[in-house]
């Protein structure tokens, strides 16, 4: 058998062992899905009217639920990402990954069907999400090109911030001490554009916030979903998300080959 087959053979059983986990166990993802909805809901119905009047235009909540939505979608993934650093963590400590390595299987595998596992979870619950931002008053105008070009953002995004909770996860003594290691991502969004302009910032702040990852992610998707000037944001989010996915697989897969 060729390593390319083997590869692909113990990637799909390793994806379908992750599948069946997320399964089994709903109430995770139930939970990874129903916080960010629990924010959207309170920020633009407790916030929103307020916030929103402060973005200029005709303001209000209408505006906000529109401005509010990419910061919320990129949080959903980093609260999934969070239960992946979590079963990483698991897998380490309960004894299975000595199993898998005294069996005949490709050792990437194992990471990947995490990988993969946790980026159709973040999809699946973002499209949730985009669902109820729909029915609550977002109303995006992209073309069919433009919401390819977020899905494939948003799973650039996915892949990137998964691969982080992967080495978090392996670097982590326990499944509990996993559970807080990626926390920081979910704060992110609060310190970018997600939630108000940055100009509005402090200048220490602003200036942080307009040069961490999340925010030309941020704003490469409103622009493309609400039709607002995107600029080199587009070009900066994907090399940000190119570089998170790089080195976090890098250092991945040194952990767990040392493991």
Request: net charge positive; hydrophobic share 55%; proline share 6%.
């Amino acid at each position: 058998m060729s390593t390319l087959t083997l590869a692909a053979r113990d990637s799909s059983t390793m994806i379908r062992r992750q599948l069946k986990r997320l399964i089994r166990y709903p109430s995770m993802t139930i939970q990874l899905v129903i916080t960010p909805v629990i924010l959207l809901l309170l920020f633009v119905y407790v916030f929103g009217g307020t916030l929103g009047n402060g973005l200029g235009g005709s303001g209000g909540r209408q505006a906000y639920v529109n401005y509010v939505v990419p910061g919320i979608l990129l949080m959903a993934a980093a609260t999934a990402a969070t239960g992946t650093a979590v079963m990483v963590a698991t897998d380490m400590t309960e004894g299975i990954i000595a199993r898998f390595r005294t069996m005949h299987i490709w050792r990437p595998a194992v990471l990947t069907g995490h990988v993969v596992a946790s980026v159709i979870q973040q999809l699946l619950g973002m499209a949730v999400l985009i669902g109820i931002a729909l029915a609550i008053g977002f109303r995006p105008n992209a073309s069919a090109v433009e919401w390819l070009a977020t899905v494939a953002l948003l799973t650039l995004f996915a892949i990137a911030i998964t691969w982080l909770s992967v080495a978090l996860g392996l670097k982590s003594p326990t499944p509990e001490a996993a559970s807080n290691a990626p926390m920081p991502l979910i704060l992110l969004p609060f310190l970018g554009s997600g939630f108000v302009p940055t100009d509005s910032m402090p200048t220490a702040i602003r200036w942080f916030a307009e040069y961490q990852p999340f925010t030309p992610i941020m704003e490469t998707i409103r622009g493309l979903l609400l039709g607002a000037p995107i600029g080199n944001s587009a070009a900066i989010a994907t090399a940000w998300c190119a570089g998170i996915t790089a080195a976090s697989y890098l250092w991945a897969k040194n952990t767990f080959n040392k493991a």
